[in-house]
């Protein structure tokens, strides 16, 4: 089965056998993966009904829940890995959410898109409307983007949170995912900050 490139990355950090909560798990195709690969106790949270229907219909224990309201009835460290992939952004309160997955796991993987990448700032520039691109492939109206931020923001929220950034990888536009270290996060000009579309991160609390 072939996952989308930051999904891949991600199932690269987790360890066989692990106990897994896979946090807006779309169809499922993830944790799948995990599960007959890696042998990992998975379980899945999903907010859209045809999702956990299609999930349940894969054979995976997953639920409806929130990650803004769900992921405190979990206790804390019961998980050896929480993910979040693609899904931060379109949360109400991002920093609150990523507090509860620390909690949550013993590590932590969340990939996000970069709204610091250059064809977005150039969109920007150029045309002077919200721009559109593969990570971010929604009009300003129907986005469920809600809070958007670059890979350098996301670094802050780390520190906000406590958190150590174990490591990290871009995402580039052929797919291609590449190992980066965190201190380059940070680098406004050329950095991945610039010319990564989006990041996977594995975070633990510090």
């Known amino acids: 089965m072939s996952l ?37 106790d998975g379980r899945g949270i999903e907010i859209s009904q045809a999702n956990v229907n299609a999930c349940v219909a894969r054979g995976m224990a997953v639920v409806q829940g929130d990650a803004d309201t769900d992921l405190v009835d979990y206790p804390a460290q019961i998980f050896d890995a929480v993910i ?45 409307r919200m721009p559109r691109t593969q990570a971010l492939g929604y009009a300003w109206w129907d986005t469920p983007n809600i809070h958007l931020c670059t890979l350098a923001d996301f670094v802050d929220l780390t520190r906000e949170c406590d958190a150590t950034i174990v490591e990290a990888h871009a995402v580039h536009d052929s797919g291609k995912t590449v190992r980066i270290d965190p201190a380059k996060l940070t680098d406004n000009y050329m950095g991945p900050n610039l010319f990564a579309q989006g990041a996977i991160f594995l975070l633990k609390k510090s």
């Open 84 to 128: 979040l992939s693609q899904t931060i952004q379109a949360t109400e309160k991002p920093k609150a959410v990523l507090n509860q997955l620390l909690r949550n796991g013993r590590r932590t993987a969340v990939s996000l898109p970069n709204f610091g990448y250059w064809k977005v700032r150039l969109g920007l520039l150029s045309g002077g």
């Open 4 to 40: 989308r490139p930051d999904l891949a990355a991600i199932a690269d950090m987790i360890r066989p056998g692990s106990r897994v909560l896979d946090v807006g798990c779309g169809d499922g195709a993830l944790l799948e993966h995990l599960v007959s690969t890696k042998s990992v």
